[in-house]
């Protein structure tokens, strides 16, 4: 019945294909076990259990999408590296929205600090070293285009986008336009 050869590698990698074709909620243990044929105790020599699985997916979105950003960040500096980074996560989004979702995952907080995200928040940091904010206003700044970005991004897969004029990519650069503006201009407390 079953195959040889299974790893936490290939199981994280199959359950984050999964992921992005069933969606993330739709992860089991149970699921991965009927894609690869083999029964379900047997991968537990692999993965603790469900959560254990779905932790791996997540670190791993994290992770791609880190390589990502910082492959487009390079070379980069004030509103193109803001355009492109939020690219990277809007097209993530798009090509892997069971991933993007596990991305969204909460970490314990030991493996949140040991995660790629603490690789996106040096990046957010670096972009907006180019923009001159200090502390706190930084922290704010991080924390306002995380949400900018991932809520433009979930309503856009949701299609909230799709029934109206103009064309969400319209207003995605003129999304991106003014947050530079904001930025450059951040304002006082």
Do not use: C
């Not at 029964?39 to 390589?67: F, M, P, W």
């Not at 990502?68 to 004030?78: C, F, Q, V």
């Not at 969204?104 to 995660?115: I, K, M, V």
């Amino acid at each position: 019945m079953g195959r040889v050869g299974l790893t936490t590698e290939r199981l994280t990698q199959a359950g984050a294909e999964l992921a992005d074709e069933l969606g993330f909620d739709q992860v089991t243990v149970s699921e991965l076990a009927r894609r690869f044929d083999v029964k379900v105790a047997s991968l537990y020599s692999h993965l603790k259990n469900g959560q254990d699985l779905k932790t791996r997916i997540a670190l791993l979105a994290l992770e791609e999408l880190a390589d990502r950003a910082a492959e487009a960040l390079a070379g980069r500096a004030g509103k193109d590296a803001l355009t492109a980074f939020a690219n990277v996560y809007r097209d993530y989004a798009r090509e892997h929205p069971g991933r993007y979702a596990a991305a969204q995952l909460r970490l314990d907080p030991e493996t949140a600090a040991a995660s790629a995200g603490v690789r996106h928040s040096q990046m957010t940091r670096a972009i907006l070293r180019g923009y001159d904010l200090a502390e706190p206003d930084q922290t704010h700044a991080v924390r306002l285009l995380g949400s900018v970005f991932h809520g433009y991004v979930s309503l856009e897969l949701a299609g909230g986008f799709s029934h109206s004029a103009p064309d969400s990519q319209e207003s995605w650069s003129r999304t991106l336009d003014a947050l530079d503006a904001l930025l450059r201009n951040w304002p006082a407390p």
